[in-house]
């Protein structure tokens, strides 16, 4: 195949090019053309069709998604918003934080641990080229069936890999979560979120900007990974019998990244750059694009200068490949040979591939030939908007007329198979299995991890200052009512922050969802989309960036509306957090938030086979009150243990086990008091001593307070049923060996 | 006093090992790989983590290291050293300790908080403990299997060389449910659990790995 | 080997090229646990092969080297293969040479 240059393309307007199968409809090929005022030589064609990928432009989101600006609360924490590669907070002390979660879901099915550990790789360099150390990471998983047999192939490699590149990295892995349920069989949800601190000063952004600045590649080398990963996997539905491209799955070396990671910070110690970017989808044609034009719009690039892998890739495979572990730097002159030496000590290679221009166009030339002459906004930017059609699917009508029919425990006996029940439910069960795969340890300032609330991490030691975060979705509310489902969900890791004693912040969001093309997958993305908005602008609380994730169906059937939203917060003093359970007998339990009848969209729901019904309401000045109470209370709870998925029984069996210390229940209405899961509500256990005060935080701030009992014993006592420690341990511990060994 | 600590490419824990080392009432000094330079220090630990990606064999580029040859060399002088991890998969490599770490059995990485029984107090950096002493602190390794021959399980069995032990289940399949080994100076130690992410409770499951920090002082002083 | 999407002349010359390769198979000594090898040896009956006894896993480096392999080159492979692509405590290793 000949190089087809800018000057070929202007004398052969004719030439029949393979759009359609790079993933451009012919309307987008049109304006490509419109744009250049000519048709595009083969690599602008394979840069276009990457960088307006579904994955990469976020066509189908962008006109909802621009509500997380509009709707935007005030936030003087806010230090940078929507738009760059993470968003940043200040957390004081002169301290920055930046947090986002990313997707990595249809390569992890073709290849489960490399599909992982890319897509940890990918999230842990966004927050890199921010300017900060990452120090934690977050995993929230979904699989098809617990025993199915795909999920037996996908759930271990997919383990193996978050654990085998975060641990290499040296990131402490403080949470996530493990969701089963047929809806995700043959669509799992790999979404990685990364956490890193810095000096405000030390914050970057992605810009190219100063004439004659150098453009600078580092990292791997390149070669043939992935080549159409983004435009092909992310941006189709799977057929019935499997992905009808050829996968391309990229491979990630864990090593190359964390030596990476180490230069790069003595880079930016040193001042010595004016803009970076990392290379994720799209390679390098999204780096050099989204530099220019973050800048004014002038690049030149020797596209042969990249140092290769592979020395037989034509320029259009290097601009489309997805090679792992590389990033983009903008230098000025009288810093390179610094930039070099540091480079040279971590032993990283590093190409100068450019420089930064007067112009408004970026310019790729291979051999001196130049073959991209594009306006970089238009490839990086000013992708096709669409305005997808929508309309509310047939079943929300039906389901949410439907009531729940489910058996309601009565007897004791009926009461106490319940909770074990519960308790061992692949939903519910004990996640040691998983969880253990994964260091929790290093860098020596994880205060809270798996199974707790939030994760949390240390982020000076003198102050005690920490941060915590926690990622949380509710698939089965946001399909009986994807606004509600949205908001609730941003309750719930909000209420999981301010459980252990931090205040929220800010929030980031990864929005799964099936093809943007089914009107009614459309219309759930909308109707999320505007309860997250809704209800982060009520809450204070800004969305700092995110993840969309379309096209997770197999055939017509898309998955359940999974929109996972991570809040963080911060703690001034990680000494003086609540713990999730206690070790001491003769403590109060008691219950936070009143609870109603919210079984529909429940774990016992979905144990009995029951989708219907209508999601509770999300009352977020409720849930801000309690938060309240939660922040103040801090100073005397000697524990607080937020209630989710399974209810009050899930919540009691977690903290009984935690520490082996059992408790005296004592419930009216205990069938529905236990499985109910109505949100915002908190146990917590206080000093007897204590009650007046949690008496009057609770009456000031017009939250409910009801009795639960008291810690003690060997055994759950839930009125006349008696659950021994060792029986409730075994139900909850063993799921998870039983099925995957 | 002063201990060196050893950062290879990819190593991971050597912040954390500074930070022990520091709370057990030492200076730590930083070591770079490609330096062949002690920078006077009295005793040298090499850390946690992935140097190399484990690339080969965990530890296998790494012994090759500028730095190795004077650690070796001061080693067999008797300058205490502790390999911590990767450290003593390090250690195994270079052949200062015997034996060789392999994948655990379960083939999983296993990040636990692991009982261990100390059984050789008499070493520069066990003698905080007492013997039979039992302690808690984090296991976190993918290939931590202690292998060696018949022959060589005998003479470290015979000798007293081992200096801990796993206690309960064999969390990944060491013969002898070996955690750590010395050499026959008792100056050289590896051990795969990590002591110093077991300083304070803030952090660790308890602080019962600071006596591995301390003990190296005491070790100093005679 | 597969024509690519966007193949360059160069990727085309190279899939018409053949090389000199010498081999170092590295394995772990008889007496040393392999998990590995159990495991595979595990999963092949339940996915109905019934034909190993047992199975071992092993290593296997393959260098290039520019024209014919010469006895002098493979001498200097044995002793990187000695030092360096194995671990004598627990491995054993082969050297041959491939066309």
């Not at chain 1, 002159?333 to 930039?339: E, T």
């Not at chain 1, 917590?684 to 009801?706: F, G, P, R, T, W």
Request: aromatic share 6%; hydrophobic share 40%; glycine share 10%.
């Amino acid at each position: 195949m000949a190089l087809d240059t800018v000057v070929i393309a202007k004398s052969t307007p004719d030439t029949v090019q393979p759009f359609a199968e790079l993933g451009l409809k012919p309307d987008e090929y049109a304006r490509i053309k419109e744009i250049l005022g000519r048709r595009p030589t083969s690599s602008e064609l394979a840069m276009y069709s990457v960088m307006w990928s579904e994955h990469c432009s976020y066509k189908s989101s962008k006109v909802h998604l621009k509500q997380f600006g509009e709707k935007a609360p005030y936030s003087d924490a806010l230090l940078v918003g929507i738009g760059e590669n993470a968003g940043v907070v200040d957390v004081g002390q002169g301290y920055a934080v930046t947090f986002k979660i990313e997707s990595h879901n249809h390569p992890s099915f073709i290849e489960p641990y490399q599909g992982a550990a890319t897509g940890v790789g990918g999230i842990v360099r966004d927050i890199l080229t921010m300017g900060a150390r990452p120090i934690a990471i977050m995993d929230p998983l979904r699989f098809g069936p617990a025993d199915a047999p795909d999920t037996r192939r996908v759930l271990p490699g997919i383990v193996a890999g978050v654990g085998g590149y975060g641990n290499c990295l040296g990131l402490p892995n403080i949470g996530g979560e493990i969701t089963f349920d047929e809806t995700y069989a043959g669509n799992p949800l790999v979404n990685a979120l990364c956490v890193g601190v810095m000096k405000h000063s030390d914050i970057k952004l992605a810009k190219a900007a100063g004439a004659g600045n150098l453009v600078v590649l580092f990292g791997a080398k390149t070669g043939g990974d992935g080549i159409g990963g983004v435009s092909v996997l992310a941006s189709e539905t799977f057929g019935a019998s499997g992905p009808a491209k050829r996968p391309s799955v990229q491979v990630g070396d864990p090593f190359v990244e964390k030596v990476l990671i180490e230069c790069s910070l003595e880079i930016f110690a040193e001042d010595l750059v004016v803009g970076i970017q990392d290379l994720g989808g799209a390679g390098l044609s999204c780096a050099t694009s989204e530099l220019a034009s973050g800048g004014s719009g002038g690049m030149k690039v020797q596209l042969d200068k990249v140092p290769l892998r592979d020395p037989s890739l034509s320029p259009e495979e290097i601009l489309m490949s997805e090679s792992q572990e590389r990033m983009c730097a903008i230098v000025e002159p009288s810093k390179i040979a610094r930039f070099l030496e540091i480079c040279a000590k971590w032993d990283v290679t590093v190409t100068v591939i450019g420089e930064v221009t007067d112009g408004k166009h970026l310019e790729i030339t291979w051999n001196g030939e130049l073959i991209v002459d594009v306006p970089p906004r238009t490839v990086a930017h000013d992708g096709p908007v669409y305005n997808r059609p929508m309309a509310q699917p047939a079943y929300i009508d039906q389901v949410n007329n439907q009531k729940v029919i489910v058996p309601i425990p009565t007897t004791a006996a009926e009461i106490k198979a319940a909770v074990l029940k519960l308790a061992g439910a692949p939903n519910l069960a004990d996640k040691s299995w998983v969880t253990s795969q994964y260091d929790k340890y290093v860098q020596g300032n994880t205060i809270q991890s798996q199974p707790d609330d939030s994760g949390m991490v240390r982020i000076d030691e003198k102050t005690q200052l920490g941060v915590a975060i926690s990622t949380d979705a509710n698939a089965n509310w946001s399909y009986l009512n994807p606004y509600q489902g949205a908001k609730l969900a941003l309750a719930e890791a909000a209420r999981n922050i301010a459980t252990a004693g931090a205040r929220p912040l800010a929030v980031t969001n990864c929005l799964n969802f099936g093809s943007p093309e089914d009107p009614g997958v459309m219309w759930q993305f909308a109707e999320s989309v505007r309860g997250l908005a809704d209800g982060c602008l009520e809450m204070g609380l800004p969305v700092t960036g995110g993840n969309v994730s379309f096209y997770n169906q197999t055939g017509s059937v898309a998955i359940l509306p999974t929109p996972v939203i991570g809040v963080l917060g911060v703690i001034q003093d990680v000494r003086k957090r609540t713990p999730m359970s206690f070790t001491e007998s003769d403590l109060e339990l008691y219950l936070l938030g009143e609870t109603g009848e919210d079984v529909a969209g429940s774990e016992w729901a979905f144990l009995h086979n029951q989708r219907v019904g209508q999601s509770p309401v999300a009352d977020l000045a409720r849930e801000m009150r309690l938060i309240e109470v939660l922040l103040v209370g801090n100073s005397f709870f000697v524990a607080a243990h937020d209630l989710s998925q399974g209810g009050l029984s899930a919540g009691l069996t977690e903290m009984v086990l935690r520490h082996k210390v059992g408790a005296t229940i004592s419930l009216d209405n205990p069938g529905i008091a236990l499985i109910s899961e109505t949100p915002g509500r908190v146990i917590v256990a206080i000093n007897k001593s204590d009650y007046a005060k949690l008496e009057a935080l609770a009456v000031k701030n017009e939250i409910k307070v009801s009795r639960l009992g008291t810690t003690g014993g060997d055994s759950l006592i839930i009125n006349e049923s008696i659950i021994p420690l060792s029986e409730l341990s075994k139900a909850h511990t063993s799921t998870f060996s039983d099925l995957f060994g | 006093m002063r201990i060196g600590v050893i950062t290879f490419p990819g190593t991971l824990d050597d912040r954390d090992a500074a930070r022990a080392v520091v709370a057990g009432g030492a200076q730590a000094i930083s070591l770079w790989h490609a330096d062949a330079d002690l920078k006077k220090v009295d005793a040298v630990i090499l850390p946690g983590g992935f140097s190399y990606g484990d690339y080969l064999r965990c530890g296998a580029i790494s012994r090759f290291a500028p730095v190795m040859e004077l650690v070796i060399e001061a080693a067999n002088n008797g300058m205490p050293v502790l390999g911590i991890c990767n450290g003593f998969q390090v250690l195994a490599e270079s052949h200062l300790l015997p034996g060789a770490l392999t994948r655990n059995s379960d083939l999983h990485f296993l990040c636990c908080d692991q009982e261990l029984e100390i059984v050789n107090n008499k070493t520069a950096w066990t003698n905080s403990y007492s013997v039979g002493e039992k302690i808690v602190i984090p296991l976190k390794n993918g290939e931590g299997s202690y292998q060696c021959d018949d022959q060589t399980l005998a003479m470290l069995e015979g000798e007293g060389r081992v200096i801990a032990r796993y206690v309960g289940e064999n969390p990944n399949g060491s013969r002898n449910l070996i955690a750590g080994i010395t050499n026959a100076k008792g100056n050289v130690v590896g051990l795969m659990p990590h002591p110093e992410h077991a300083i304070d409770e803030l952090t660790g499951p308890t602080a019962q790995g600071l006596g591995f920090f301390t003990s190296i002082l005491n070790a100093m002083v005679k | 080997m597969k024509k690519r999407f966007f193949e360059s002349p160069a990727a085309s010359f190279k899939r018409e090229q053949t090389m000199a390769t010498i081999v170092v198979d590295v394995m772990l000594k008889p007496e040393i646990l392999d998990p590995q090898g159990n495991a595979v040896a595990s999963a092949l009956p339940r996915l109905g092969f019934t034909f190993a006894t047992s199975v071992r896993q092993g290593k296997r480096f393959e260098i290039e080297v520019e024209g014919d392999v010469t006895p002098a080159q493979l001498t200097e492979v044995e002793k990187a293969a000695e030092v360096l692509l194995s671990n004598p405590v627990i491995e054993n290793y082969t050297v041959r040479v491939e066309k």
